[in-house]
């Protein structure tokens, strides 16, 4: 890769990474649904009248606009909420690339090679020793959210790599139509319609920095960002990069929210990050039945995308 190209990628980790310190930041100002629908509205609008569009067929849009937008980035902030550290999350996410290679053995019929199912074992060690750390510094509720998320980040990965889009920005901008409605909805029975109205009638400057960074920092520019990258050089090459994204999150959120790091913690993210690595970026097994139903279509790698966020970018 190009050195201006590597700037570029490790940009895209730090923005990633420092997005959780962000979300953060914003739930402080605005609900968790509604921050979380508020940033789908933001990221979508305008930009879906300025990407072409997605090219696949629509059910698989509001397929993982439920999935991804709704499930997994409800439970992800409301997790924040509950109590779960900005800088934890973004360690614990990662883990939806061993729910990634598991989803696409049972759903996309993947044969994995050793080295992907050692990968997913000590990835899922790496969960249990932040859980046992978790569970003895702050609401274990929070955590097992994070965790579901990541499972269904996997899923949505695994639907994403099966509707195979040509392109990852208008892809994600489309995908982002779907969650608002469904989240605002949410809001409105959990959170109460009060609670919303409060929250847009006092919300400042740092709220709404929050929402646009998240909506166009870490989702318009991330995705776009990624997928030119994606578009110039192998995944293998691009992919790595991905690795950073829970280092800045953990780093930032030390320095700016003054989260500590435990030596669990570190041992949690060695193994976390290790286990992604090989669950990621090592070979597999070929398939076993080339035309089975969860082929890609012709020309198409059918494997899980190797990055932290599998088909849909690295966690952000």
């Known amino acids: 890769m190009r050195p201006v190209h590597i700037a570029l990628a490790v940009l895209v980790a730090a923005v990633w990474g420092i997005n959780f310190v962000v979300i953060e930041v914003g739930l402080d100002h605005v609900p968790p649904l509604l921050f979380s629908a508020l ?10 009248f300025l990407v072409r569009g997605p090219g696949v067929a629509l059910r698989w849009i509001v397929l993982v606009g439920l999935v991804l937008g709704v499930a ?35 759903l996309l019929g993947e044969r994995l090679g050793p080295s992907r199912y050692v990968g997913t074992a000590v990835a899922l060690g790496g969960i249990g020793v932040a859980a ?41 901008v489309w995908v982002s139509l779907v969650p608002p409605l469904p989240l605002f909805a949410l809001s409105l029975l959990l959170e109460g319609p009060e609670a919303g109205l409060t929250a847009i009638r006092e919300l400042d400057a740092v709220g709404v920095g929050a929402i646009l960074f998240v909506a166009w920092g870490a989702t318009v520019f991330g995705f776009g960002a990624w997928g030119f990258l994606l578009r110039r050089y192998d995944a293998s090459a691009v992919a790595p990069f991905s690795l950073l994204v829970p280092v800045f999150g953990m780093a930032s959120a030390a320095l700016l929210l003054g989260e ?23 070979g597999r097994a070929p398939r076993s039945a080339p035309a089975s139903v969860g082929a890609s279509g012709p020309g198409r790698d059918p494997r899980p995308a190797p990055a932290s966020e599998g088909a849909t970018g690295p966690s952000r």
């Open 260 to 282: 500590e790091i435990t030596p669990l913690s570190w041992v949690a993210a060695v193994l976390l990050v290790g286990g992604v690595a090989l669950t990621s970026l090592s």
């Open 132 to 172: 046992y750390d978790q569970g003895a510094s702050g609401p274990m509720t929070a955590f097992l959210m994070v965790v579901a998320a990541a499972a269904f980040w996997g899923l949505a990965n695994v639907i994403t790599r099966r509707a195979a889009p040509p392109d990852a920005l208008s892809w994600m």
């Open 72 to 106: 997994k980035f409800g439970l992800v902030f409301t997790g924040m909420h509950l109590g779960m550290p900005a800088g934890l999350t973004s360690l614990v996410l990662q883990v939806q690339a061993a729910f990634t290679a598991l989803l696409a053995v049972l």
């Open 39 to 48: 940033r789908f509205l933001v990221a979508a609008v305008p930009a879906v």
